[in-house]
């Protein structure tokens, strides 16, 4: 099934008529957000010049916008009338990455268009991520992540026996760098630096296969960096099974051209089997307590 989370079709005016007001018409939306969608420049004059909200328009003109078609394999696997919990497969974007990459948000968006992610999983990374079910509720939804009040449970293999390190439970805390903060072809990585945010990930040991030398973990990350649990297993010299970025540079920038390249096409065939799934998430909302786990 292809899916298309923007398209750009040509509409005329049958009148002058604001810029503003023409895109709240055309996407049945308030002003604010046919506001939005103007000044991100995605409305345009058939020779691609940016048109303004406050531009009064008399010619046709080229909209970009969100027009996601249904996929029915992403179904909810529990619901209340506040939230919803959907499975993220693996290499797939929780939210649009661009025009050619179909994700798991315009899934949801096109069977219920008041849906919004709360958060959000990696591409390579699969398990459980909660949407609010009306706009009234993600707020809500939001505070008790903004917050920490929000206890995620990943299950992990490592390559290596961790047992040498440490053994049962313990917690490493060091200070990430996000990518928003770092150059060059591989800022998509976050780092390790004194300079970065605090960070903390507890780690418990479940078993170790000495046949394949890699030990299952049970994760719990304190904090919400972008790609913590990834970048501190590696830190320690134990990398998760299947990690294609926190690994020598040359095999990271070879996968991150593999997975560009792919993506001008359809889906993108580069897959990775990360060994990284979230399976369970815990919070209480409206004075109730959920625990919400894969089996």
Request: proline letters at 6%.
């Amino acid at each position: 099934m292809h899916v298309m989370p923007f398209v750009a079709e040509v509409f005329a005016p049958t009148a002058p008529i604001k810029a503003t007001k023409f895109v709240a018409e055309i996407l049945a939306c308030n002003f604010k957000q046919a506001q939005s969608y103007i000044d991100r420049g995605r409305l345009t004059t058939l020779q691609g010049q940016k048109i303004h909200k406050a531009q009064i328009l008399n010619e046709p003109v080229r909209l970009l916008f969100f027009k996601p078609t249904s996929c029915p394999e992403f179904a909810p696997i529990f619901a209340t009338p506040h939230f919803a919990l959907y499975f993220k497969p693996k290499n797939l974007y929780s939210h649009p990455k661009n025009y050619t990459t179909h994700s798991l948000y315009e899934s949801i968006y096109a069977n219920n268009p008041q849906a919004r992610l709360i958060h959000r999983l990696d591409y390579e990374t699969s398990g459980l991520v909660l949407t609010s079910q009306a706009k009234a509720h993600e707020k809500p939804l939001r505070e008790l992540f903004s917050s920490r009040q929000v206890v995620k449970t990943y299950a992990a293999l490592v390559q290596g026996d961790l047992r040498a390190y440490a053994s049962g439970a313990f917690s490493v805390v060091l200070p990430i760098v996000e990518p928003a903060s770092i150059r060059g072809d591989l800022g998509v990585r976050s780092k390790i630096d004194k300079a970065g945010k605090f960070s903390a990930t507890t780690i418990e040991i479940q078993s170790y296969d000495p046949q394949t030398n890699q030990t299952r973990l049970k994760v719990i990350p304190l904090t919400g960096r972008t790609h913590q649990i990834r970048l501190h297993l590696s830190y320690l010299g134990y990398p998760l099974v299947g990690e294609p970025l926190y690994i020598e540079d040359m095999d990271a920038r070879a996968y991150l051209d593999a997975k560009k390249a792919d993506f001008v096409g359809e889906f993108g065939r580069h897959k990775t089997k990360l060994a990284l799934e979230a399976v369970g998430l815990s919070f209480s909302l409206y004075g109730l307590r959920y625990a919400l786990y894969l089996n």
